[in-house]
């Protein structure tokens, strides 16, 4: 395949999980709070299944970078970011959810998906380098 499927796939954990911090955050003040944070677990685990995806794309992309390659710092920085919100958003998801069933989400749950998406920016902006500054992907 000449095109890198990373750079399409990456679309939808991101706004996946952006779309969920939003909700969660607006069901801390928000009336109907309830179907916000059930909204917001449902995103999340389509963030999660969907970063499955977008990560093993990736991990094929760093093989064929090669090593010594210019940008191998910033593609380590990119994989430990994205790994953080993967793992912040999955911890979420595990504490919000009981059985098959969607619960309301503690504190915990609710830093973690903040925590998340702080981490999910940085990764991004660094993916972002990596394309633009790094020409990777951009034969």
Not at 13 to 40: E, K, V
Not at 73 to 94: E, K
Not at 98 to 120: K, T, Y
Request: glycine share 10%; net charge neutral.
């Amino acid at each position: 395949m000449r095109h890198p499927l990373h750079p399409a796939l990456v679309h939808f954990p991101i706004a996946c999980w952006s779309m969920a911090t939003i909700a969660d955050l607006a069901g801390l003040t928000h009336h109907g709070g309830d179907s916000l944070r059930r909204f917001a677990a449902v995103v999340i685990a389509i963030g999660v299944v969907t970063a499955l995806a977008a990560m093993t794309t990736g991990l094929f992309e760093l093989i064929r970078l090669g090593d010594s390659h210019p940008a191998e710092a910033d593609v380590q920085r990119h994989l430990g970011w994205a790994l953080a919100a993967f793992s912040a958003y999955a911890a979420s998801l595990y504490l919000r959810v009981h059985g098959w069933q969607p619960i309301a989400p503690g504190n915990a749950a609710l830093a973690l998906s903040v925590l998340g998406f702080a981490c999910l920016g940085v990764a991004g902006w660094l993916g972002g380098k990596l394309v633009y500054t790094h020409r990777l992907g951009s034969d």
